[in-house]
């Protein structure tokens, strides 16, 4: 072989190792551009990881956030929610029964046994009953004696107020009313002691074409219930007419059987109707039980004519059976 073609030969394999060496060089460096490629997308790919946990906590606590609030608003809405005192007293007595026959006797003689009671859709809340006298003296004339009890028993319920309220005001109504009856004269007003939480006794006199007559109302309240009692009396065809202050005096005792009577429905006190004026026990002790309260729309109802205005009815059409 020539020197020449050895010279040829030699360059061309120098040429072949630089074009290795070269592709080498190529190689590692790509090999080491990946590894740098790689490793910072490690930090960018736990970059985002932490902030997308961040983000997700974050709204995890919003929603924590909200549910507590909300719940803070519902208990608050519940707080808040008006509450009403239970009603001390749940039922009425039987109306033709609060007054002892003692009583009846001493106040309608004649009518002592023969009791009207009145028309009630719920005499758990609404009651009363009615006498009526008439003793025949003869020359001399007669005697007429008219007692009507009414009872009403108020409820406590979310939108009218608590029963006690509520019979506080239809008390001071029936007193005001009492006062006022068209044509009465010489109209006195007293408190009654010793009955029920407050008690106020009105008497009038009343002239009509059958006498004149002689009226008393009684009206008292104990916790939730409300009782009138009208009492009225007359000498007729020439009697001479009854004194007031005996009728007042009966008016209050028959009041405080009825007031006996309405605790001892409700577990309290004596029995109703007795023969005794004895004070009865506080009623407000019961005020401290906790009876349900189950609304009476009846009870809450306030009636369309009060009793003392019946009462002023009531003699005329009695005394004129007579005739």
């Known amino acids: 072989m020539s020197e020449g073609t050895m010279q040829r030969r030699a360059q061309r394999d120098g040429q072949f190792d630089q074009r290795e060496q070269r592709a080498e060089r190529v190689n590692r460096a790509g090999g080491l551009n990946r590894l740098l490629a790689a490793a910072v997308a490690v930090p960018v790919m736990l970059l985002a990881a932490g902030c997308s946990s961040d983000s997700g906590s974050g709204n995890d606590a919003k929603d924590t956030g909200a549910s507590t609030g909300a719940g803070s608003g519902t208990d608050s809405a519940a707080s808040a929610a008006p509450t009403v005192q239970a009603a001390a007293y749940k039922t009425l007595p039987e109306a033709c029964a609060v007054v002892s026959k003692k009583t009846l006797t001493e106040l309608v003689p004649k009518g002592a046994a023969k009791g009207k009671e009145g028309t009630s859709s719920d005499t758990a809340a609404r009651a009363s009953c009615s006498w009526s006298s008439l003793a025949n003296n003869g020359v001399k004339g007669s005697q007429f004696r008219w007692l009507n009890v009414s009872l009403l028993r108020f409820e406590s319920d979310a939108t009218t107020g608590d029963g006690e309220s509520q019979a506080k005001t239809y008390y001071a109504k029936q007193v005001k009313?009492?006062?006022?009856?068209s044509g009465a004269k010489n109209v006195k007003s007293a408190p009654v002691a010793s009955t029920g939480d407050e008690a106020t006794s009105v008497r009038y006199d009343l002239k009509k074409s059958e006498g004149a007559f002689k009226q008393q109302t009684v009206v008292v309240r104990v916790e939730n219930v409300v009782l009138t009692l009208d009492y009225n009396g007359a000498g007729l065809a020439g009697d001479k007419a009854p004194s007031a202050e005996t009728l007042t005096k009966?008016?209050?005792?028959a009041a405080k059987e009825t007031v006996a009577?309405?605790?001892?429905?409700?577990?309290?006190?004596?029995?109703?109707?007795?023969?005794?004026?004895?004070?009865?026990p506080s009623p407000s002790e019961s005020a401290s039980s906790d009876p349900k309260a189950t609304p009476s729309k009846s009870s809450s109802a306030t009636p369309k004519a009060t009793a003392s205005k019946a009462a002023a009815a009531a003699p005329k059409a009695s005394a004129s059976a007579k005739s």
């Not at 009313?177 to 009856?181: L, P």
């Not at 009966?250 to 005792?253: N, V, Y």
């Not at 009577?261 to 009865?280: C, I």
């Open 177 to 181: 009313d009492a006062q006022a009856v």
């Open 261 to 280: 009577a309405v605790q001892s429905a409700n577990g309290e006190g004596g029995s109703g109707g007795s023969d005794t004026s004895a004070t009865s």
């Open 250 to 253: 009966s008016a209050e005792k």
